[in-house]
């Protein structure tokens, strides 16, 4: 969806290096979620966060950190990237003033730790 | 624990055939249930969602079935194209005790269907 975007598409990194992944929309929403996509698995949910002073860990936090700069901004950090956190990292938004909120998803950051 | 799984993880199908791609879920409280396209090098999009006060819902060329009996969900394509081919995924959402959702949504393991010309 063009209305949700990340940063960068692509990014190789060494085990130890800090990386930050970008992520903005413009769909007015105020919920944002940062999952990770691995080969076989469905879409596990990093963090999210429903406004910008609510942050919540989803299940599997742990070697992750999240920044809301601003309801449209939502960054996701690795401190210390290690091998294993290669995978898809996807951003979506939905809109919390509806019970029943479709989640739109942004084009994915592929990251390599190698 | 809770789940949301699939029963198939790759389906083929003929162009013009019909496909079923089914999921199951375990907890009995999902109320809203989703089903996402994901092409290759793309994120997920919305194909067709269903409550749980529904058995059936349609959408162009896409049925939803819910079966809260035995916790099954499937989605039904009409026609199948080549440009149907893709990784499906069912999704559950649950909304909280006091009845506003938390948003969060579950995903199952994803079904891979191929199109053949």
């Known amino acids: 969806d063009a209305d949700v975007t990340q940063t960068p598409r692509n990014r190789i990194t060494k085990t130890g290096k800090r990386i930050m992944l970008e992520c903005s929309q413009t769909?007015?929403?105020?919920?944002m979620y940062w999952y990770r996509q691995d080969p076989g698995l469905g879409l596990r949910l990093i963090y999210y966060?429903?406004?910008?002073?609510?942050?919540n860990k989803g299940e599997i936090s742990d070697g992750y950190s999240v920044s809301r700069q601003a309801q449209a901004k939502f960054s996701l950090s690795l401190e210390s990237a290690i091998p294993n956190q290669t995978a898809l990292y996807f951003c979506?938004?939905?809109?919390?003033?509806?019970?029943?909120?479709?989640?739109?998803f942004g084009p994915g950051t592929r990251l390599t730790v190698l | 624990g809770e789940s949301v799984g699939l029963h198939l993880p790759t389906l083929s199908v003929q162009e013009g055939d019909n496909s079923i791609i089914n999921c199951a879920y375990s907890?009995?409280?999902?109320?809203?249930f989703i089903w996402y396209k994901q092409e290759s090098g793309k994120g997920p999009q919305f194909i067709i969602d269903?409550?749980?006060?529904?058995d059936k819902r349609q959408g162009q060329r896409v049925t939803v079935l819910l079966n809260k009996t035995v916790k099954h969900l499937s989605l039904q394509i009409a026609a199948t194209q080549p440009g149907d081919s893709a990784v499906y995924f069912c999704?559950?959402?649950?909304?909280?005790?006091?009845?506003?959702?938390?948003?969060?949504?579950?995903f199952g393991q994803g079904t891979i269907l191929t199109v053949h010309p």
């Open positions: 979506a938004t939905s809109d919390g003033h509806t019970l029943y909120n479709e989640q739109f």
């Open positions: 769909k007015g929403h105020d919920r």
């Open positions: 966060s429903f406004d910008v002073k609510d942050i």
């Open positions: 907890n009995s409280a999902s109320d809203y």
């Open positions: 269903i409550r749980s006060n529904m």
């Open positions: 999704a559950e959402n649950r909304a909280n005790a006091g009845g506003t959702s938390y948003g969060k949504l579950t």
